[in-house]
Structure formats: structure tokens, C-alpha cells
């Protein structure tokens, strides 16, 4: 009986021994188990936190709708992709089998706000029971529709100017209403009309955004506003090159029920995002949708009623580094030459009143906001003229320039200084970056095709000198000259053959149609047409700039708008509240 008694009590012993050491076994795998699915979290984590980086280093420069194509090689509504996925697998250790890794994928495209939703699934080990962990969250893609460029008039010269035969320099005043008209047509709508609900809010709930059908998106992005008729619209999302969607600019001016969202779209160039703040001495931050083309001590319009108010620009910039938080800062009235009205001719016929604070404090949102743009300014003398105004007297031959030139300005830059003025602090280095490697010219042979361009030594090498004859140049683009330039004329683009010609196609710009930046000296003889702007340093020992032929300058917003957006940053950032786990 005492042998069955330790026996059984032996067995007992053995059956809690077995017990325990299958209970701790179990504790040590659920431990295991945790940290494992820990481990698969931080790297679905590391997968949201790294997707912009490597999207940009992978070398995206889309639109939202070819975020899938490029990140997964597929495409969200099943259309052919034109590129393979570019961000495979993340391996988070040295080892690819047993250590940690992440997939990420775009698993949705909201048009209303311009996001992608970002699925990001974390993983260690490789076997069924390995550990996973998926992470989701909404990022914004934006590349403003920005101009990038502000220069101070038609022709902008550090050195001194003579101008002969018959020159055209145009460039804008109070005139210009800030608006380009036509720049693309909205063929449909979703709705049609605006409804009845629409007319009476701008929420979701409300039917905002619409979205328009149109023949281009080129001229458009997140942040933009235009016009279809008499009523503005912001731009909420570019869904893809043909589709956009809007909401009313200002909540206090919603278009009335049946109102047609079809028709000609208009783009305004710098529109008032919303009301304007004093900052004290009569100083006021206007927020605006591109600053870019503003430069310190430039002069603004605004307009009130039926009147232009002037305004002085101090400084720009955007709130916490986002590019759709851009703002001004003025003065009330406007300085120098932009303080008069002027006729074709360039002649003074009049002064524009300064801004009262009522004007800045009443200015609603998608009001334009325009810049006075002379026809010619040069830090030096201008015919003769050392410095002010140039009467339009003082130009030799059939010449007018309108409006008035201005000498002796020193808000213009010379030298390196001028560069980064233009292009908002971009530096040639930077811009010579940013160029294709196909751009990068020894000589023009081709039209520009809306795009950026360098023709001559990279940037700190000696530079050379470049002559442009008759049928050289035509097309569009920015094209900088590291050197002297001799200009011959321009040609007119043929769209058939894609060359450039002494006649060119009905539908193309003649002439060229963009920015031409000369880094060295700059001289014309011969019939050459310029949409957009020219401006030029004067090179080491500032010669003169020279315009002799027939030289017609004529600055264009829209012409510079073409090729300038591609200066635009591609911008990324993380939708707060939007991430998840599942």
C-alpha cells in the first residue's frame, strides 16, 4: 500500500512538472509571439514613414493617378501602366528571408482632397505562421501650378541698354486684370449644374467637389483657381490630364442653382486665398495662392469696385513651408513707375490711387492680384537715361516700349545675385540639376518642347559665346545661355515636321514662347519674336545690351507658366488622422 502511495504520489509530481514546463513553454512562444508581431508593426511602421522618401528618390515626378502604375506597376481602375513597379520589398535587416520587411502598396485614389491611401504590411519570418501587421494612411501629392519666375519686366538687363530700329517691349500694367482667359474649356460636368444644395454650402454633403471634364489639366493643380463664367473655383485635386475637381472659391459667393459648370475655364495667375491680416504700420499679410512671381519692392494692383488700387510688395513666402499657405506682405501704395497709368505708347496718362486698409481688409477670396511689369528695366543707364523713367522720346527709330522703361533700378540684381532673383532662389547649379540631360545644349537644332534647358558649360566653367540665326529658335521652354548671345532672329514652329521655320502651323506660337536667361552679353539683329521674358547679366565686364532689327519682347504670364511650373517642387505630406491598423 505504501509502495502505491509514493507511486501515485510520484506521478503527481510528474503530471505538475509536465504542466508547468508546458505552461512556461507556452508563455515563452506567446512572448516570442509578441515580439515578433511587434517587430512586423515598426516595420509596416518604417514602410508609411519611408514611402515618400523612396518615392522620390525612386525618381516619381506624376500625377496622382500614376502613383499605383509606378509604385506597384498596376494600375487601381485595371488600364495598362506604362512603367514596372519601382518600390519592391524593404528589407529591414541583412537578411531578406529571416529578417524583418515591408510591401507597401496604393490601395485608393481620393480625388476630393488629391490623396492616395498608402497600405504599408509588415512582416517577420516566411513561413505561415510568420508575423504580420498592416498599416494604412492617406498621403496628399501636389505639384503647385506655380509661375517661379519674377522678373522685373519684358527685358530685364543688369547692364545698360540701347535700343534701335524697331523694338517691341511690352509689358503689363493696370490694364492687365490678373485673369488669362481661355486657357482650357470644361466639355462636362459632374453634376451638370450646380444644385440647389450647392448653392447653399461648400461641404461634402452639399455635392462640393464637382468635377469638370476638360480638354487639359496643363495649366492646373491642387491649389488653383479659376473661373468658368463670372464665378471662381478653387481646384481641389487634378484627378488626371483631362478631369479636375472644384469647389466654389469663396463661401460668401456661391453660384446660384442651375449655374452651368461647362464653358471656357479661366485661370487666375495670384488669387486671394482669404481675408488679409494687419501686421501694424500700415503693413498687411495678403494670403495669396502663388507668390512666386513677386519680388521684394514690386508693385501689386488690386481691384475694388471699378477701380486698380496700388500696393508695394515687402516680402513672400508660405506659412511652415507650405506651398498652400503662400502669402504677401504690402504697403499701401504703389513706388517708382508702377505708381502711373500709361498709354500703348508708353507715355504717363495718369496716376493709380493707393490701397486703403478698408481695400486689403475687404479683398474676398479668388480676387486677382497682378503685378506691374514695365516693358524694359535695367540696373544701369537706358538710352542715355541714367536712371527714373525713359521717355518714350529717348528710343531711336520706330521703337515704343510700353510701359515706360525704368533706368538706374536697384531692385535689379546682377551677376549670381540676378539668377537666384528670378528664379525665387533657385541657383544655376540647382537649375542645371533640375535640366534633363538631354537639354543640356551645345547648340540649338530642334524646337523646345515645353521644358527646361541649358545651352553651353555647366555651371562655373568658363562660358562661351553662341550665335542664334533666323531658324534656330522657336518653340517653348526656359533656356538658360551660359555665355554671350548674338541673336539672328527666331523661327516659328511647324507642329507636322516639329521644326522651326520662317512660316510655321496656324495653331503654334510664332516665334519662341517662353524665358530666355543670358548669362553673359546679349545682342539682337534680326526680325526675333519673344513671348514671355529676357533677361540678362551682362557677363564679367557688363558690355551692353544691344537690340538692333526688329526685336519684339512681349512678357506673357502664361507663356512663362508653360514651361516655369516644371521649377515646381513635387510636394508630399501625411494626412492627419488618416492612419490605421487592420
Known amino acids: ?128 505562421r510568420a508575423a504580420t501587421s498592416t498599416l494604412t494612411q492617406n498621403i496628399k501629392i501636389k505639384k503647385p501650378a506655380f509661375m517661379n519666375f519674377s522678373p522685373q519686366a519684358a527685358l530685364t538687363s543688369c547692364s545698360s541698354v540701347s535700343g534701335g530700329g524697331s523694338a517691341r517691349l511690352g509689358g503689363q500694367a493696370t490694364t492687365f486684370d490678373g485673369v488669362i482667359y481661355n486657357v482650357t474649356t470644361a466639355t462636362a460636368a459632374s453634376p451638370a449644374t450646380v444644385s440647389a444644395a450647392m448653392a447653399s454650402g461648400t461641404g461634402s454633403a452639399s455635392g462640393w467637389p464637382a468635377t469638370l471634364s476638360v480638354l487639359s489639366s496643363e495649366y492646373l493643380a491642387s491649389g488653383s483657381y479659376i473661373r468658368l463664367g463670372t464665378q471662381g473655383y478653387t481646384v481641389t485635386a ?96 504703389a513706388a517708382g513707375a508702377g505708381a502711373f497709368t500709361y498709354n500703348s505708347s508708353g507715355n504717363v496718362t495718369g496716376s493709380v490711387p493707393p490701397a486703403t486698409s478698408t481695400v486689403v481688409m475687404g479683398l474676398l477670396a479668388g480676387t486677382p492680384v497682378r503685378r506691374y511689369v514695365p516693358g524694359a528695366t535695367s540696373s544701369s543707364s537706358m538710352q542715355g537715361v541714367t536712371s527714373g523713367l ?46 534633363p540631360a538631354a537639354n543640356r545644349l551645345s547648340g540649338i537644332n530642334r524646337p523646345l518642347n515645353r521644358d527646361l534647358f541649358w545651352m553651353g558649360p555647366p555651371p562655373g566653367s568658363a562660358p562661351g ?74 557677363g564679367l565686364f557688363q558690355a551692353q545690351t544691344s537690340l538692333g532689327g526688329s526685336m519684339q519682347i512681349q512678357y506673357s504670364p502664361l507663356a512663362v507658366l508653360t514651361s516655369a511650373r516644371a521649377l515646381s517642387p513635387l510636394s508630399f505630406s501625411y494626412g492627419d488622422g488618416t492612419w490605421s491598423q487592420q
Open 465 to 538: 559665346s553662341y550665335t542664334l540665326n533666323g531658324n534656330d529658335l522657336c518653340g517653348y521652354g526656359i533656356l538658360v545661355i551660359n555665355g554671350n548671345l548674338s541673336m539672328k532672329g527666331t523661327g516659328n514652329l511647324n507642329t507636322a515636321s516639329n521644326t522651326c521655320m520662317s512660316k510655321g502651323s496656324p495653331d503654334a506660337a510664332q516665334g519662341f514662347t517662353g524665358v530666355i536667361y543670358v548669362t553673359g552679353t546679349f545682342s539682337n539683329q534680326g526680325n526675333s519674336v519673344i513671348n514671355g521674358a529676357v533677361v540678362v547679366e551682362g
Open 238 to 333: 487634378v484627378v488626371s490630364g483631362t478631369r479636375v475637381a472644384v469647389t466654389p472659391s469663396d463661401p460668401l459667393r456661391l453660384p446660384r442653382e442651375g449655374t452651368s459648370l461647362t464653358g471656357a475655364v479661366d485661370v487666375v495667375l495670384m488669387a486671394v486665398r482669404s481675408s488679409a491680416t494687419s501686421l501694424g504700420a500700415s503693413r498687411f499679410r495678403i494670403p495669396v495662392s502663388d507668390p512666386t512671381s513677386v519680388y521684394p519692392n514690386d508693385t501689386l494692383y488690386v481691384d475694388s469696385g471699378s477701380v486698380s488700387y496700388g500696393l508695394t510688395a515687402v516680402s513672400k513666402g508660405y506659412l511652415n513651408g507650405d506651398t498652400d499657405q503662400g502669402y504677401v506682405d504690402v504697403t499701401l501704395g
Open 1 to 128: 500500500m505504501a509502495i502505491l502511495i509514493a507511486l501515485f504520489t510520484l506521478l503527481i509530481i510528474a503530471v505538475l512538472l509536465t504542466t508547468t514546463s508546458i505552461a512556461g513553454w507556452r508563455s515563452r512562444m506567446d512572448v516570442t509571439r509578441d515580439t515578433q508581431t511587434y517587430q512586423a508593426f515598426l516595420a509596416a511602421d518604417s514602410g508609411l514613414s519611408s514611402f515618400v522618401a523612396r518615392l522620390k528618390e525612386s525618381g516619381f515626378s506624376g500625377r496622382i493617378d500614376d502613383v499605383a502604375c509606378w509604385v506597384q506597376g498596376e494600375s487601381l481602375d485595371g488600364s495598362s501602366c506604362t512603367t514596372s513597379a519601382q518600390l519592391g520589398t524593404l528589407y529591414l535587416s541583412s537578411s531578406t528571408s529571416a529578417g524583418p520587411q515591408v510591401d507597401v502598396l496604393v490601395k485608393a485614389r481620393n480625388d476630393a482632397d488629391s490623396t492616395v491611401t498608402v497600405q504599408s504590411t509588415g512582416r517577420l519570418g516566411t513561413s505561415a
Open 390 to 435: 525713359v521717355p518714350a522720346s529717348a528710343w531711336s527709330g520706330s521703337s515704343v516700349v510700353s510701359p515706360a522703361a525704368t533706368a538706374g533700378n536697384t531692385n535689379v540684381s546682377c551677376g549670381e545675385s540676378l539668377f537666384a532673383q528670378v528664379f525665387n532662389g533657385i541657383t544655376k547649379q540647382g537649375y542645371y540639376d533640375l535640366t
